[in-house]
């Protein structure tokens, strides 16, 4: 979709195009929802349109129509992931959480759609007798948000047990060999405006209680190191890669946990996690709160912290043609925690 084009495409004629686009291929299309229904962070901003396939084929078909009549769009999983900011968003999101299906599996492999919950997808492989990914237990997302980011904790990475996943080309389904993928720490060569529709993964047969054994281990540590059942995102910042630190400890370390600011705040668990509580928390304040950290660090320890949640500006997202040459640089920019001109002039 070219810039002109999304000029061009008043919010009526945008509207009306969703309408229709659902109703041909009978998915759900909602206004009205906001980003702090959706996300665990529990804040952001109201969404224009929220469609919600139900199975893969209509997730490509969806965004294949969208991409056609040249509507701006985004993929939301469980929104464990993400801080959107608290205006507007005038785009669509297209979620997957109903994208779910069943994980189907056939020895060592298993297959599984996008909006499958992770931690149930670990409890059936556990249950299999299947290893390789019982660390990934308890890290509350969908396959397909884990598989965009490429996931990981204790030792294990979804990236690595991945033999091919499906995405959307051109409203159809093509699958991917697994190695055709870059995975590398908490990113992936996956594209804004592809979307993930599900993989099949090969794992490994192994005791079954030996996995459950490494599965209540990995539970265990992240009941004890992380805080659970509050608000949050999981870390918040990446590790400063091939350097060894933990951003947790240097956080930690600047006597950071605790800091407040509106209804954000620093978990007293684990310093790479804010947390939100409260009615009255914005997403403002968690970045303002992320910004301090990330000033203080830059200050006192030398260290510039990448985002290692996602940034959800509320201006459209930029064409996809556009966005293969300026996904990179935008996440950069995100990530350095700039305004986005570029993607500003876009709008
Ligand atoms: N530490 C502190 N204070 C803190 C937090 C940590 O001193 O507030 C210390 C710990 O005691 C430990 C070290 O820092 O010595 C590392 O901490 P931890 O084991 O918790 O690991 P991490 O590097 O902070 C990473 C991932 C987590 C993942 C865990 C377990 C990142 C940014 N974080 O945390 O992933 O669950 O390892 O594998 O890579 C996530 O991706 O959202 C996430 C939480």
Redesign the pocket.
Known sequence: MTVEAQKSLDRETRDRLVEGIAARLGVRAERGRRFAELTSLRVGGEIDWVVAPETEEQAAAAAGALDEADVPWRVLGAGSNVLADDERHGYVVVTMREVKGEARFDGERVSVSAGYSLPRLCVDAARKGLSGIEGLNGIPGTVGGALWMN?G??GHEIGTVVETVRVARGGRIVEVPGEKIKWDY?HTSFRDGELVLGATLRLKFDDAEKIGARMEESKRR?ME??PHGARSA??F???PPGSGL????M??ELGL?GERRGGARVSDV???FIVTEGEDARASDALALAEEIRARIRRERGVELEY?VELWRSRAPESSEAQDATADSARANDAAGQTDDAAKEGQ
């Open positions: 996931a904790a204790f908490r992240r190191t992380q999981g870390c910042f990446k590790n933990s951003t947790g400890k956080i930690d946990k684990h310093a790479n290692e």
